[in-house]
């Protein structure tokens, strides 16, 4: 791997991958308060040069947390699959960024890649790719959702409802959330952060949200962001989960910050499955 490149009269050296990853990506103050960030515009494009012409195997080879450290990049690294990887492992970053924006490149194309990528790859390409870049690449790409409405189609636009109250008051949250299905919102979820995690609280506005969604027939679904684990205990005492919904860190360590670990989203997802309250196929937000 070459892991440097002049810019300007002035050779720029990168000590790894992840180094290089970290210096490409545009300014962000959180890199930059993490000691992480490109010091100057010239070693970023300078990283970025070095990352367009760094082939998938050498991020495959090169994950951010070492394979052995880290649940999340074992879940990634034993997905891929190696038939498709072996085809394109020697595209560098640039050629796969170019695959996917040449005019002949299909979704069905970008699907079938995609089984041999990392994150790593895929978070490469958006380091080297412009906002138009990535509007146009990510216009071909197709996720389909279904549930009690279908999201992701091409020519539709869907949009998350957040009737939100600072003291979780049902009357509150449901005000804000007939509003907002007055003004046409809330097809793709109705969502409520909860400031309360307990599971009363949180089944109190399961339960309101649902019979809302009975009472007028409404084509959504919903779900109350409390934490995973306080989610999967409304479901074993009978509370209508439309949806089982949990942020994810890209770490291990990240998840652990606030305790969650594949094999408790396993266990939600197998209760999700049995028990939601959804009308169409079970639908696993994360």
């Known amino acids: 791997m070459i892991l440097k490149a002049k810019v300007k009269g002035r050779v720029y050296k990168f000590k790894d991958v992840k180094e290089v990853l970290a210096k490409a990506n545009e300014e962000k103050s959180g890199d930059i308060l993490a000691g992480i960030a490109a010091t100057s515009e010239e070693e ?20 951010v947390v070492p394979y052995e450290e880290d649940e999340v990049t074992r879940v990634i690294q034993d997905q891929v699959n190696e038939h498709v990887y072996n085809k394109i492992k020697s595209w560098t970053v640039g050629q796969l960024k170019e695959f996917i924006l040449d005019h002949k490149t299909t979704s069905a194309d970008i699907e079938y890649i995609s089984q041999g990528l990392t994150s790593e790859m895929v978070a490469a390409v958006a380091k080297i790719s412009s906002n ?10 197709r996720r389909v ?16 409802l957040q009737p939100n109250h600072p003291t979780d008051s ?9 509003e907002g299905v007055s003004l046409g919102i809330g097809d793709a979820v109705i ?3 909860p400031c309360i995690d307990e599971v009363e609280s949180v089944s109190r506005l399961y339960w309101a949200l649902y019979e809302f969604i009975e009472k007028w027939k409404i084509p959504a679904q919903h779900a109350v962001l409390a934490h995973v684990t306080t989610q999967m205990k409304c479901i074993r005492q009978g509370a209508p989960v439309g949806v ?3 942020s994810l860190g890209g770490t291990q360590k ?6 969650i670990n594949v094999e408790m989203l396993d266990e939600a997802h197998e209760l ?4 939601s309250t959804a009308k169409g196929p079970n639908f696993y937000v994360l």
């Not at 970025?48 to 994950?63: F, G, S």
């Not at 009357?171 to 959330?177: C, F």
């Open 44 to 63: 970023r494009i300078a990283a970025k040069y070095v990352l367009a012409n760094l082939t998938l195997e050498d991020l495959r080879n090169n994950p």
């Open 132 to 141: 138009l870049d990535l509007i146009y690449g990510a216009a071909k790409i």
């Open 145 to 160: 959702g279904r549930c009690n409405t279908t999201l992701g189609l091409p020519g539709t636009l869907s949009a998350r």
């Open 170 to 178: 049902v009357e509150g949250i449901m005000a804000a959330t007939m």
């Open 191 to 193: 969502g409520i952060n």
């Open 244 to 246: 089982v919904f949990q």
């Open 254 to 259: 990240a998840n652990e910050a606030f305790g």
């Open 272 to 275: 999700i499955r049995k028990y």
